[in-house]
């Protein structure tokens, strides 16, 4: 399966605590990005990725989260000191980014299921 | 800036009944729009697109939608509801990159 990848599909922590997830894109895809999705609502944007640089980020994502692409391929999003409100689906989305005028599909993997505590 | 309004947050249909999702956006730029579909516990899976062109686009699953720009809105159909449709459905809208979600509808199929 050359799907995108998200590790883990489930976790549980106590607040205060930090967690890490993970994200494979499909491998010739050089856009990735993250959203939040919260229960009974759509998914919102965090941040996203064009190779390893970080292209925008939005006002949701404090200075807790932490969001990183080193070589270009997988994602981490880092989120410190946990807090109840992040308890949330984080979702990973990956598309190809070769025009800045066409839009490119995007793929999204299962998500992480994040449970605070 | 874009947004979009999904009106209905939960729609009931019974088994072979014409299935109507509704979906108007905003969109400072020529929109493009999308229909998205999630079973529990998954991701999103892409049912179909409007970027130009056509303006009525035909998706999988027999689900269709028009781009009516002069109503600024991108409504979901099906003819004909089958059991295994019964999920949630989001719109979504974007210039060209990040995509701007709605709060989705629930579809519930009845026998």
Request: positive net charge.
């Amino acid at each position: 399966d050359t799907g995108v990848s998200q590790d883990p599909r489930h976790k549980i922590t106590k607040r205060g605590q930090n967690v890490t997830f993970r994200c494979d894109p499909i491998s010739e895809h050089n856009r990735l990005y993250w959203y939040r999705q919260t229960l009974g609502q759509g998914p919102e944007f965090l941040t996203y990725f064009q190779n390893e640089a970080q292209l925008e980020k939005s006002r949701l994502l404090s200075d807790r989260f932490s969001a990183e692409r080193p070589k270009g391929s997988f994602s981490t999003l880092e989120i410190q000191r946990t807090e109840q409100g992040d308890s949330a689906m984080y979702l990973c989305a990956s598309s190809r980014g070769d025009s800045l005028i066409r839009h490119n599909e995007q793929f999204f993997g299962p998500g992480t299921r994040l449970t605070v505590l | 800036a874009q947004s979009v309004t999904q009106l209905g947050s939960h729609v009931s249909v019974s088994e072979g009944a014409l299935v109507l999702l509704r979906c108007n956006y905003s969109s400072s730029v020529p929109p493009y729009l999308f229909w998205y579909v999630q079973y529990p516990n998954q991701g999103l899976q892409l049912l179909l697109k409007y970027t130009t062109g056509a303006t009525l686009v035909k998706g999988i699953n027999g689900f269709e939608a028009e781009f009516k720009k002069s109503e600024t809105s991108f409504h979901l159909t099906k003819p004909s509801a089958h059991m295994s449709d019964a999920a949630e459905y989001f719109c979504a809208v974007t210039p060209r990159g990040k995509l701007t979600f709605g709060t989705g509808t629930r579809l519930q199929v009845t026998l």
